[in-house]
């Protein structure tokens, strides 16, 4: 099991990333596809037409999303913990994703970069 720690940085306020994180219209904007996401702990979330489903564990409005993902059957929850800073005009979004299983870290590592926070920052910054 591995974990990713980073830090990106949005043209936009924490309040504009964190509704573009928890607004299943405004996910499927700049994902492309079918998103069912509910701002309720406790509850299921599918993005990506499925390819990342979960839990929801914690928001804190404009600050913060925990979820857990799913990666079958593992011995520990992976947790996907971002966090928003705001940075002037900007955001830095911190990522913390713990608990990744070893063979699908690569497949992680590459989706959140190209697929999750740069379909974000397309989305920004057009």
């Known amino acids: 099991m591995k974990s990713y720690h980073k830090y990106y940085k949005l043209k936009a306020k924490p309040d504009e990333v964190y509704n573009a994180l928890v607004k299943p ?6 994902s492309g596809d079918k998103a069912e996401m509910e701002e309720t702990p406790g509850t299921l979330f599918s993005i990506f037409g499925g390819d990342i489903t979960g839990q929801n564990l914690e928001f804190v409005p404009d600050v ?3 979820q857990e993902w799913f990666f079958g059957e593992t011995e520990k929850d992976s947790i996907v913990t971002i966090t928003l800073h705001a940075a002037g005009t900007s955001t830095n979004v911190e990522l913390l994703h713990t608990n ?7 497949d992680i590592k590459y989706g ?7 379909g974000l920052r397309d989305f920004f910054h057009h």
């Open 112 to 118: 959140w970069d190209h697929y999750y926070f740069g």
């Open 100 to 106: 990744i299983p070893d063979e699908a870290f690569d």
């Open 25 to 30: 219209f405004a996910i499927e904007l700049w």
């Open 64 to 66: 913060k999303i925990v």
